[in-house]
């Protein structure tokens, strides 16, 4: 055993040509090669100039907006979908939220039901830009999305899943992290999302960060920066929007900014060692977008505004100090952090006074929009203010081939999406994640003669990002591939006497035990499992399935691995470790103290086991 330290028929959707016609100067068909943040803008300001200066008010204003909307179709959803967008929105469908308040972006969610299948989103994609296309400015618009990968991914099977940020981080490889960038981003491109919200520059340095976490590539501002900048140029390499998030940083919170507002506590001096550099190198590697943080940042504005609202964060920090002249975007509108303070309606409008730019998913977009609406109106919003902003969106719709070619089509959907060399890519570089935390006896790795009746335990959360799931079944049919026997007795995240008791009965006569924990430190009911099992005199072997920190709760195991994420990516390739077939590589990306003692660290950042 060595010890090391050292880391998704042009579809038959149409618009008239003279609408493309409408918006100037035409890319040649070959420039998708040449669409990376080093290539030289295609059109010059001077048209993009134009195209604002014919733009209505209420054109303009719609243009800041990034909206949801449910439904499968742009036109067609089903009837709840509409039900939904009308009890929402006070529109049918995304062709008539287009049409009616002009939105610059539509943000695509699993839960409104816009990502049943590739072809479907590709379909959906450009029926939404047939609808940009038919306005009296015809403008093609910038769908996004949350395709981080691991924990949070909005597109799911059968497109290509790679494993999370800090699985990434614990592989420590610049040219995977690129990889995943250059291959996700190809194929979000080939369905039609040309922004994805993604890397996540922050630096997890709070492992109680409840909203956070393995999201983050890890708690080393070095290492996080330089994997930022890799997956940066890898998605723009494949004419997709990276969105680096968020700003000015939210590794180190214990309050999830979806349900409340989380205060930084960083000193200025602080902020610039930690949080800092994953964005200075994100604007280095020729970002087009930055996401803020609903956060209170004391060091950085003592007025208590959230950064979202913040103008010496946004505009003298990230504008004036760190010199970025990309797209801004807030975080979600609908979120609590950013509400609390101010209405509904003043919300964007402060956003916008305070640097940003695009304005994600308001709760109310009537409400949302109206707001702006009368700002400008009253002069509180001049017009320049109003066209620097477009002209931004505008800049990056045109940087990434929005004007040149708004539609994909059904062809360049299977040609790039999970094809076998991208599953291939995902799974290699998942091999190179998986980190052995311990192994005191060399139990590892598994013998199909030793250990061929394997008993699967422990959490079984839903699965994410459209994978198989749940995770004990992952893992049990991949462990059934390479020779072994299993049997699967899922005991959830807060397994009750009952449970543990039923665990420990069908570990008898086993060979080993494998079980997995998600989040372990909660409740302690994981930690009473594992060491029950480990009581049985079975060897048992400890998967932490989400954070790595939960090896600190526990005792009674006789090996311990950390995937990072319960994905189907990160858990075959955690079985091939187990079964040898794959050698041990990844190091923590973040330290894991001990439990009750933050203060002291069990396993340092770099820590991690061979075979």
């Known amino acids: 055993m060595q010890h090391r330290t050292s880391r998704r028929s042009l579809l038959t959707t149409t618009a008239t040509a003279a609408a493309i016609a409408a918006l100037g100067p035409q890319l040649p068909a070959h420039a998708a090669e040449e669409e990376n943040e080093e290539a030289p803008v295609a059109a010059t300001d001077a048209r993009l100039r134009a195209i604002v200066a014919r733009m209505s008010v209420e054109e303009k204003i ?18 709840a979908d509409i039900d939904a967008n009308l009890r929402e929105i006070g529109v049918r469908d995304a062709a008539e939220l287009i049409a009616k308040y002009h939105v610059g972006g539509i943000i695509y969610f699993t839960w409104a039901h816009n990502t049943r299948d590739p072809h479907q989103i590709a379909e959906l994609s450009n029926g939404i830009q047939a609808a940009g296309l038919a306005q ?10 949350d395709q981080e990968h691991g924990t ?73 920066a330089c994997l930022v900048a890799a997956e940066v140029r890898g998605y723009q390499e494949s004419s997709v929007a990276a969105t ?78 760190l010199g970025f002249g990309g797209v801004v975007i807030t975080d979600s509108l609908g979120m609590k952090g950013v509400r609390d303070k101010y209405g509904d309606d003043r919300v964007p409008v402060l956003a916008l006074k305070a640097g940003a730019d695009q304005l994600l998913d308001p709760p109310n977009l009537d409400v949302a929009w109206h707001g702006v609406r009368a700002a400008v109106d009253s002069g509180e919003l001049t017009g320049t203010r109003l066209d620097e902003s477009i002209l931004r969106i505008l800049r990056l719709k045109d940087r990434r081939g929005l004007f040149a070619r708004p539609y994909v ?7 790039t999406v999970g094809t076998r060399a991208h599953l291939a890519a995902a799974d290699a570089i998942a091999e190179r994640t998986t980190t052995l935390l311990a192994d ?6 598994l013998s199909r003669r030793r250990h061929r009746n394997l008993l699967i335990a422990g959490a079984d959360p839903v699965s994410p990002s459209g994978t198989t799931g749940p995770p004990t079944t992952v893992l049990a049919h991949a462990f059934t591939e390479l020779g072994f026997r299993t049997t ?10 009952t449970q543990i008791d039923a665990a420990v009965a069908a570990a008898a006569g086993r060979d080993a035990v494998i079980v997995g924990t998600y989040n372990a430190g ?65 190091r923590l990306p973040v330290a894991v103290p001990r439990a009750g003692d933050p203060t002291q660290v069990l396993y340092p950042i770099g820590y991690g086991l061979s075979y």
């Open 62 to 79: 719609g243009q800041l907006f990034v909206m949801r909307v449910y439904g499968h179709s742009a036109t067609d959803p089903d009837q």
């Open 488 to 497: 699967v007795l899922p005991t959830g995240t807060l397994p009750t006497q």
């Open 136 to 145: 009296r400015t015809p403008l093609p618009l910038l769908i996004a999305t």
């Open 409 to 415: 089509s059904a062809r360049g959907v299977d040609r």
């Open 440 to 445: 005191p006896h060399r139990l590892l790795p």
């Open 152 to 224: 949070v991914c909005r597109v799911g099977r059968p497109a290509t899943l790679f494993p999370g940020a800090m699985a990434v981080g614990a592989g420590g490889s610049v040219r995977d992290a690129r990889t995943l960038g250059r291959i996700s981003g190809a194929e979000l491109a080939a369905i039609g999302i040309r922004q994805d919200y993604s890397p996540d520059a922050d630096v997890n340095v709070n492992p109680a960060n409840p909203v956070i976490g393995v999201r983050s590539f890890g708690a080393d501002p070095a290492a996080v």
């Open 244 to 321: 680096a998030k968020h700003f000015p940083g939210h590794g180190d919170t214990s309050v999830d900014s979806h349900t409340g507002i989380p205060v930084i506590t960083h000193s200025r001096a602080e902020w610039e060692r930690l949080d800092a550099p994953p964005f200075k190198a994100a604007i280095a590697a020729g970002i087009d977008a930055i996401m803020t943080a609903h956060i209170q940042f004391p060091a950085l504005d003592p007025s208590n505004d959230p950064a979202t609202l913040s103008r010496p964060i946004l505009t003298g920090i990230l504008r004036e100090q």
């Open 522 to 586: 909660a409740g302690g009911a994981q930690s009473r499992l594992v060491a029950a099992l480990g009581a049985t005199g079975v060897p048992v072997v400890h998967l932490a399935i989400r954070n790595p920190y939960d090896i600190a709760y526990l005792s009674g195991y006789a090996a311990s691995l950390a995937t990072y994420s319960w994905t189907d990516v990160e858990l075959r390739a955690a079985v091939r470790v187990l079964a040898g077939r794959a050698e041990p590589r990844g």
